[in-house]
């Protein structure tokens, strides 16, 4: 433990323990942070001056002296007699022990990796229960919550077959959407090429190119298949048409990666296939009041 007498610099002025502290904070061992305190006090000077001044036991010094010569914060003066020790320059000192800190995190992080690769390989992560059976068939107000839900777990990608009947073309839900495309997922949606150009689909098309210029790419195809949401190529919702009942819209939703992977290359085939979005430029129609023409009886 360090003497009493280490909390004193040259000329008796006390070192602040929140200094000493400090160095420690930047990587330092407390005989360490005395030590080079007293030197770049000092300027330079051998191990018995240095463990008067720092409070360090002198048998000590030597190899504090050797660490922080490791760390490349002091260095030994060539000369006759007893061995002289001297600091960098402060702004130096400071440097390298920021310099050392970043290279401790570089390695910390690049060991992490490998233990994180280590840890997948020796114990596969095995996948969370789904509390729910894998196949659901879904009435319309169900089929809108498990939508959001779905919709808000997106990791990766999102593929949309859609038309504009569709329950995601609504702009209630714009903020889930917009908040996917926020995360960075890549967000894909056909559509059906005479829908799309519909004049009157103005709305369908206006909310949909909210979501283009947010990063949603598109493409129109002759004919969509179904209206369908995969989410990271391993959920499935799908609507189903209103015949299935008369006033009745119900969706399935199917968890299952197999049954998501084919309909995904599908929907990669449909997209290989199909058309940038056509611009649809909206008829306006102007009234203008008749020019007033000079009577010939004026003009007279």
């Not at 440097?95 to 840890?119: K, P």
């Not at 997948?120 to 009435?139: K, M």
């Amino acid at each position: 433990m360090a003497d009493k007498r280490g909390a004193e610099g040259s000329g008796g002025t006390a070192v602040p323990e929140g200094l000493i502290h400090g160095f420690q904070d930047l990587g330092l061992s407390p005989y360490e942070a005395r030590v080079l305190l007293a030197l770049l006090r000092r300027g330079a000077c051998n191990s018995v001056e240095l463990a008067r001044l720092s409070g360090v036991p002198r048998t000590a010094v030597y190899p504090v002296l050797h660490g922080l010569g490791s760390k490349g914060l002091v260095e030994r003066v060539d000369g006759p007699g007893p061995a002289v020790w001297a600091s960098l320059r402060r702004g130096d000192v400071i440097l390298r022990l920021e310099a050392a800190e970043e290279e401790r995190l570089r390695r910390h992080r690049e060991r992490a990796h490998e233990v994180r690769g280590l840890l997948d390989r020796s114990f596969p992560e095995t996948p969370p229960e789904v509390p729910l059976p894998f196949v659901h068939l879904l009435g319309e107000g169900q089929a809108r919550v498990r939508l959001e839900q779905v919709l808000g777990v997106a990791d990766a990608e999102l593929l949309l077959f859609t038309r504009a009947s569709s329950p995601w073309a609504s702009s209630d839900l714009g903020q889930v959407f917009d908040d996917a495309l926020s995360r960075g997922v890549r967000m894909r949606m056909l559509y059906e090429a005479d829908e799309w150009s519909d004049p009157a689909a103005e709305d369908f098309r206006a909310e949909m190119t909210r979501y283009h210029r947010a990063g949603a790419e598109a493409r129109t195809v002759d004919e969509l298949p179904a209206q369908m949401v995969l989410v990271d190529r391993r959920v499935t919702l799908a609507c189903l048409l209103p015949e299935v009942g008369e006033g009745y819209t119900a969706s399935l939703h199917v968890e299952h990666s197999g049954f998501a992977g084919v309909a995904a290359v599908a929907f990669d085939q449909y997209w290989s296939a199909g058309r940038a979005p056509r611009v649809v430029v909206r008829s306006r129609v102007r009234t203008r009041e008749p020019a007033v023409r000079p009577s010939l009886r004026s003009a007279g």
